[in-house]
């Protein structure tokens, strides 16, 4: 039901803006940024969720926080930098989007540390 819902609300604002994009290019553009946000917004719900059930799985069978949490930072980092460089592209703006790819690429790095530091002990401990 949910898919469905969201199908239909990018449905019918893709076919508004095509309308409208001949006519009034400013509001088929607000319409397409105003359904982009409802839907950013019904999947950020369920995300939440999603992440709420995952957290208490990993939980259940005893894992460090420190062992995943890194990795569904840099997964968060992911999806908002791929979002924001597909808006500069649709902006015409890719030099932005190269930059802020970069940015994203720099800012998974340093999310990543603590996850490295955590390998780095393992090995160190296992080796010794």
């Known amino acids: 039901m949910e898919l469905g819902l969201i199908c239909g609300v990018v ?42 059930r995952f957290s208490g799985l990993l939980s259940q069978c005893g894992l460090d926080s420190a062992l995943y949490l890194p990795v569904c930072k840099a997964v968060g980092v992911a999806v908002v930098v791929r979002i924001t460089a597909a808006l500069c592209r649709d902006a015409g703006q890719s030099a932005l989007a190269a930059k802020v790819e970069i940015a994203g690429a720099v800012l998974t790095l340093s999310v990543c540390l603590p996850l490295f530091e955590q390998v780095l002990d393992l090995i160190t401990e296992w080796a010794v």
């Not at 019918?12 to 803006?17: G, N």
């Not at 400013?26 to 319409?31: K, Q, S, Y």
Request: no cysteine; aromatic share 4%; hydrophobic share 70%.
């Open 11 to 52: 449905l019918a604002a893709l076919t508004l803006s095509l309308v409208l994009k001949k006519d009034a290019p400013a509001i088929a553009f607000l319409l397409v940024l105003t359904a982009g946000m409802i839907l950013l917004l019904r999947v950020f719900s369920a995300a939440g969720s999603a992440a709420q």
